[in-house]
């Protein structure tokens, strides 16, 4: 996987059509940023899917912090 992009909120709201085309056709996750500072992760689904499959459905608000441990 190669580093995602990066696009501004702004760039976004203006483009919307234009990022999803890009999301479909490269398959790499898109950083959103605002306020200079990574805001949200935009993922082709299946990308999702398979990242949620691999979390306990316990954890509903993402993956342990680090150093955090994990059942096995």
């Known amino acids: 996987m190669t580093l995602p992009r990066f696009i501004g909120v702004t760039e976004l709201r203006n483009n919307v ?3 999803f085309d890009r999301l479909s056709k ?3 996750p898109i950083v ?3 306020e200079s500072k990574p805001e949200a992760v935009i993922m082709p689904y299946k990308d999702f899917e398979s990242l949620m499959n691999g979390r306990p459905e316990s954890s509903p608000k993402g993956p342990a912090p680090a150093g955090a441990e ?3």
Request: net charge positive; aromatic share 0%; no cysteine.
């Open 17 to 19: 059509r234009r990022v």
């Open 26 to 28: 490269d398959r790499e």
């Open 32 to 34: 959103i940023i605002r």
């Open 70 to 72: 994990t059942p096995p």
